[in-house]
Nanobody, 126 residues
């Protein structure tokens, strides 16, 4: 079983930056893509960004392109989400997730991820 623990959320003003971290531990998860999703009150959980195991390929939702950057640590068991130029509409609980297969097929789809963290709150005030 994989454990994912997010950190780095908080309350910031519009235009500020935050860096989220996700530490993975447990069973072997090498070669598996990881992603960040978010869920705002009253809305469905949505894709934010994803990265392959090697970090060679990254994927972003349109609303965050050019502002957010996903990366993996050197040990590969840590994933980061650098969020710049934050907007009030970025307010949500952010979740880190591990894909259930090594394939990149469905990498932006919530249902293809089987392990989830507990989430970290990001609140952006206007």
């Amino acid at each position: 079983q994989v454990q994912l623990i997010e950190s780095g959320g908080g309350l910031v003003q519009a235009g500020d930056s935050l860096r989220l971290s996700c530490a993975a531990s447990g069973r072997t998860f090498s070669d598996y893509p990881m992603g960040w999703f978010r869920q705002a009150p009253g809305k469905e959980r949505e894709f934010v960004a994803a990265i392959t195991w090697t970090g060679g390929s990254t994927y972003y939702a349109d609303p965050v392109k050019g502002r957010f950057t996903i990366s993996r640590g050197n040990a590969k068991n840590t994933v980061y989400l650098q969020m710049n130029s934050l907007k009030p509409e970025d307010t949500a609980v952010y979740y880190c997730a591990l894909k259930t297969s090594k394939s990149i097929i469905g990498i932006t789809t919530t249902s293809t991820y089987g392990s989830w963290g507990q989430g970290t709150q990001v609140t952006v005030s206007s």
